[in-house]
């Protein structure tokens, strides 16, 4: 008589939740298309749907007698710029970084609250970058002050005494903002960008290609909104709120 040994269910290839991949799918669909452009396509695509400061500055665009647009025009960007990447490398990490944190809020967000708290922090992002750079001609492009703030509201939902396979777990309470784990790792994650910018580091060696405003801003407001979002995920019927 021959005995089947049970077998354990088949494991997915990605544990990620399928809206972070299809978010990882979107981006890289973007960057492709953009390279499918030519090279003046591809860069006024920069400049009409990056985030560029001198289109808000009235003193800029009146130097340069330059159309500001219409506010539809103007408002985009704030959105738009997360779709755009300098280059493959510039991508790769984002997506890396996106796959590594964003799992965790989408376990416990869901999927809809997961984009809208993505785009949030990313028009966070753009609005510290603007307010630092008042007037630049220099576009930034990329979703990193989005994912910084996904990565801000993983760390409220990893506490210590959480086993690997519950991070992220709705029953689990948020780490206090004020926590020594949060102060600590926000200052480590500050000091990280600030010298970043001041030795110019960037993706592929060029100068200036880290905007670590955005970062910050992108953290700072995943920190700070993740408490309000997490009371609006959804829950079974009975739970009780744990912030």
Known sequence: MAFLQPQSP?????QAPAIVLW?????????????????????????????VPARYSRAFLESHMADPGTVL?????????????SDITHLGINCLWLLAFGPVVARRFGGLLFLVFFIVCGMAGAGAYLAFNWGSAVPVVGASGAISGLMAAAVRMMPGRTAPWMVGAPQQPLMPLFSRQILVFSAVWAVINVLAAMMD??????????????????????????????LLRPRAVGAPLEN
């Not at 990882?24 to 985030?51: E, F």
């Not at 580091?201 to 700072?220: C, E, K, M, N, V």
């Open 10 to 14: 088949r494991q997915p290839v990605f």
């Open 23 to 51: 978010l990882i799918g979107a981006l890289t669909a973007a960057h492709g298309l953009r390279m499918l452009a030519s090279d003046a396509r591809s860069q006024d695509l920069v400049y009409a749907y990056g985030l």
């Open 73 to 85: 025009e103007r408002a985009i960007p704030f959105v738009s710029y997360m779709g755009l990447h």
């Open 201 to 230: 580091l960037g993706t592929d060696g060029q100068r200036g290609l880290i905007a670590w405003q955005a970062h910050l801003g992108g953290f700072i407001a995943g920190l700070l909104l993740c408490g309000p979002f997490d």
